[in-house]
């Protein structure tokens, strides 16, 4: 199946910081990515639906300026989670779907990144 | 909108025994259901999916699940669990357009020797 990779893994920042976080389609073109965010033990909570070239699409109660993303091309999607606070740490979640339908509608996930604000 | 039921928080079984792990789904129109994997500290693996046609779906792994769309189920199984299937799976659901997934709330598999 197609790739997707998530980087970094894990990352430890100070309070007040900002953390970037990048999604890249290793084998396919993605128009369309989407964040989730997982809490401990809970389900997936999407953030956020980026699309190439135009701004993204945010959930019900995601501050758009505090996670930032950008879909600046057809492989690569980022997240910047600006003055990072405890609260925001959590398990950050991309997932990518070709806009040729790679699969048939399947996502694909990274990773995942872990970000710890202390 | 769309929405998924995984009714149970925690499946156990014994290895080697046949499993079932519970999802009912709503969406309007036909949906696309799916199920994924997730290990600790990991991303989701693919497990299967339902787009359309045969009603039972074989997967990665031994799994297969069937969609039964009087019920509104997409029920995950396996004829013979292993103690590496034990994880938290997700089901989840779309519609037809460019939309996102919809994840239940994810049930813990644990599979005992």
């Known amino acids: 199946g197609a790739v997707v990779s998530q980087h970094p893994s894990w990352v430890i920042c100070k309070s007040g910081t900002s953390v970037k976080i990048e999604c890249r389609s290793l084998d396919f073109q993605a128009t369309t990515m989407f964040w989730y965010r997982q809490f401990p033990k809970q389900s997936l909570m999407l953030m956020a639906t980026s699309n190439e070239g135009s701004k993204a699409t945010y959930e019900q109660g995601v501050e758009k300026d505090k996670f930032l993303i950008n879909h600046a091309s057809l492989t690569l999607s980022t997240l910047t989670v600006t003055s990072a606070h405890p609260e925001d740490s959590s398990f950050y979640i991309c997932?990518?779907?070709?806009?040729?339908?790679?699969?048939?509608?399947?996502?694909?996930f990274g990773e995942g990144s872990r970000l710890t604000v202390l | 909108a769309q929405s998924v039921a995984q009714p149970e928080d925690q499946v156990n079984v014994a290895e080697g025994n046949p499993l079932t792990v519970k999802c009912t789904y709503s969406v309007s129109g036909n949906p696309y259901l799916f199920w994924y994997v997730q290990y600790p500290n990991r991303g989701l693996q693919f497990l299967l999916k339902?787009?359309?046609?045969?009603?039972l779906v074989k997967g990665s792994y031994g799994f297969e699940a069937e969609f039964n769309k009087s019920q509104t189920s997409f029920h995950l199984k396996k004829p013979s669990a292993l103690v590496s299937d034990s994880a938290l799976y997700f089901c989840?659901?779309?519609?037809?357009?460019?939309?996102?997934?919809?994840f239940g709330k994810g049930t813990r598999l644990s599979v005992i020797a």
């Open positions: 989840a659901v779309r519609d037809q357009g460019n939309t996102p997934l919809v």
């Open positions: 997932s990518a779907r070709s806009g040729q339908g790679v699969g048939t509608g399947e996502l694909f």
């Open positions: 339902y787009i359309t046609g045969d009603n």
